[in-house]
């Protein structure tokens, strides 16, 4: 066992000096920060994409829908997305009559980040949403001209 030590001992040594090292590693960021040219061409939905099918939910009441629309504007899956739409839903929701809450249904179908960069501007919404009184109202709500400190709405 004694004539296994100065082995381990090396090692030992290697595996530190593997681990610690004063060298700058090159790897490239697998977390894209949003907004650069590299996030937007890697989230980009392919153009001839269908629309979502939405779930189809028969005799649902307009506040059950509206309570439904919060909840999932709140819980998206991206923080970016999340921020943006859950302080639209609580802002705006309220007061939208049932072809709105409609509307809004079907754009909460689509990718997180595709709704985000068609509400920032920075890419162009398919033909099916370029006419979208609602998503216009999303873009004036996303480029906060009062500039209110907006954080994540209460459940």
């Known amino acids: 066992m004694a004539h296994l030590l100065p082995v381990l001992s090396q090692c030992r040594r290697t595996l530190f000096n593997r681990l610690i090292t ?14 650069t040219p590299e996030h937007i ?3 980009t939905s392919p153009a001839n994409a269908p629309p979502p099918e939405p779930l189809p939910r028969p005799g649902e009441a307009v506040e059950t829908m509206r309570a439904r629309l919060v909840y999932q504007a709140r819980k998206r899956g991206t923080l970016e997305s999340d921020l943006v739409l859950s302080t639209f839903a609580k802002d705006q929701l309220g007061g939208m009559d049932e072809a709105e ?3 809004f249904d079907k754009l909460m179908d689509e990718p997180d980040w595709d709704i985000y960069y068609w509400a920032t ?4 919404p ?3 949403w370029a006419n979208s009184k ?3 109202k999303l873009r004036v709500h996303v480029r906060n001209e009062g500039k209110a400190v907006r954080r994540m709405p209460d459940l």
């Open 134 to 136: 609602l998503l216009d």
């Open 41 to 43: 061409a890697q989230t």
């Open 101 to 103: 809450l409609r509307e």
């Open 121 to 124: 501007g920075k890419r162009a």
């Open 126 to 128: 398919p033909e099916r």
């Open 22 to 35: 004063t060298t700058a590693a090159r790897f490239a960021d697998p977390w894209l920060l949003p907004g």
